[in-house]
Structure formats: structure tokens, C-alpha cells
């Protein structure tokens, strides 16, 4: 079964231009859950997709975005990208919404540099 | 709002010696807490959960709600555990915070 796939693994920007991400998800999975890794914030929670539908956001400003497509697959957006933007944005996906039982697996992330 | 807290960064052990990860949870509730692992080049991966009260690969984790902490422990280090370790937590608003994540490095 093919793992979590994240596109593209590397992204430069500059400040105020605007960049998708996408993530495709374990087959099967319908949660897809999106977070930032940075080194001084460490990893934080940017938003959970389920069924096309946002269940879950963290504290990010309105510049993060993300749906989901009918087959799971999501993306994420940033808009006016900022210098404090760049980190690894990691994409999870499980079966169902995010509970204890439900296991995340994680992609390999997408490297986010903006300049 | 919930906080995860691990404070050692760094952890140096040798091989055959036990080890512990400290990681100590802020949540009034009763969260569902979990390690992550992250070796070298390789995906953030579940190491286990503390509803599971599994053993994985020689590690356990107790939860202590008195003491708010689950703490990782493996009783004889072996080289393969050098890794990054995360603890997180998960409340009722279904998110997981992560803690900081110590590094583990077993010495030889």
C-alpha cells in the first residue's frame, strides 16, 4: 500500500507571492490532517479535512487555506507569503476523524522556503 | 489550551543503559496521548498510544494523571533507537499538540 504522498518536496518563494501544496492520502483514508514544522515553533496543527469538509483549524491566520477533493486528496494554500512562512509542512492522513484509535500517518513533507 | 512539554532536547545514553523520555501534558481534561518517532531520513511515524498500553520495540509509557506526565521507557538502549522523539497530546478538540521533541542519540 503506497504511504502518504506529498507534492512538491521542495517550494522557493519570495514574500507576497502565494503557494499550493498537495497531499494524497494512504488509499482509503478519508481524514487528512495538515501541519508546519518549524524550528523554533516546532510542529503545530494548521487544520483537519474529513469528507470535504474542515473539521478542525489551529491558531494560523486566514493566509493558511486547505480543502479536500472527493478522493481525499488535499491541499493546502498560503497566501502573501511571509519570510516566517518557511518551514516543512507535513500532511497525515487515517481513516477517520482524528481520535485516539484513529493512527496518523505522516508524508515526508513538503520543504518550504520563501526568501 | 493544551500543552506538551518535553523538556530535554538533547539525551545521550549507551547502549544496554535504560532510558526515559520525559514529557509532561497541560490539559484539564482527559487527553489521549501518544510518542512519535522520526529516525534519521524516514517519516514522523506512531510509536505508540497510551489507550493501546502496548510495548513497542521495548518501550512503554506510562500515564500518570497525578503527575500529568507520560514518560517514554526503554530498559536497555540499543543503537537503533537514536532517533527524534515527539510526545502529543490529543483533547477533546481532536487536534494533537506536539511537544518539542527530544533527540535521542545511544552511544556505543
Known amino acids: 500500500k503506497a504511504g502518504v504522498t506529498q507534492t512538491p518536496r521542495y517550494l522557493i518563494k519570495t514574500r507576497g507571492q502565494q503557494v499550493t501544496l498537495s497531499c494524497s492520502p494512504i488509499?482509503?483514508?478519508?481524514?487528512v490532517s495538515w501541519y508546519q514544522q518549524t524550528p523554533g515553533q516546532g510542529l503545530q496543527f494548521l487544520f483537519e479535512?474529513?469528507?470535504?469538509?474542515?473539521?478542525n483549524k489551529g491558531n494560523f491566520p486566514g493566509r493558511f487555506s486547505g480543502r479536500q477533493f472527493s478522493n481525499s486528496r488535499s491541499e493546502m494554500n498560503v497566501s502573501t507569503l511571509e519570510l516566517g512562512d518557511s518551514a516543512l509542512y507535513l500532511c497525515?492522513?487515517?481513516?477517520?476523524?482524528?481520535?485516539?484509535?484513529?493512527?496518523?500517518?505522516f508524508g515526508p513533507g513538503t520543504r518550504l522556503t520563501v526568501l | 489550551a493544551q500543552r506538551v512539554t518535553q523538556p530535554e532536547k538533547l539525551l545521550s545514553v549507551f547502549k544496554g543503559a535504560p532510558v526515559e523520555l520525559k514529557c509532561n501534558y497541560s490539559?484539564?481534561?482527559?487527553?489521549?496521548l501518544f510518542w512519535y518517532v522520526q529516525y534519521s531520513r524516514q517519516r514522523l511515524q506512531l510509536l505508540l498510544r497510551?489507550?493501546s498500553r502496548e510495548s513497542i520495540k521495548g518501550f512503554t509509557a506510562d500515564l500518570n494523571k497525578g503527575e500529568t506526565s507520560f514518560h517514554l521507557k526503554k530498559p536497555f538502549a540499543q543503537e537503533e533507537d537514536s532517533a527524534m522523539y515527539y510526545c502529543?497530546?490529543?483533547?477533546?478538540?481532536?487536534?494533537?499538540?506536539f511537544g518539542s521533541g527530544t533527540q535521542l542519540t545511544v552511544l556505543p
Open positions: 497525515a492522513s487515517s481513516l477517520a476523524p482524528l481520535a485516539g484509535s484513529n493512527e496518523q500517518f
Open positions: 488509499s482509503g483514508h478519508r481524514s
Open positions: 479535512y474529513f469528507s470535504e469538509t474542515q473539521r
Open positions: 490539559y484539564s481534561g482527559s487527553p489521549e
Open positions: 497510551h489507550i
Open positions: 502529543a497530546s490529543q483533547g477533546s478538540a481532536r487536534q494533537l499538540t
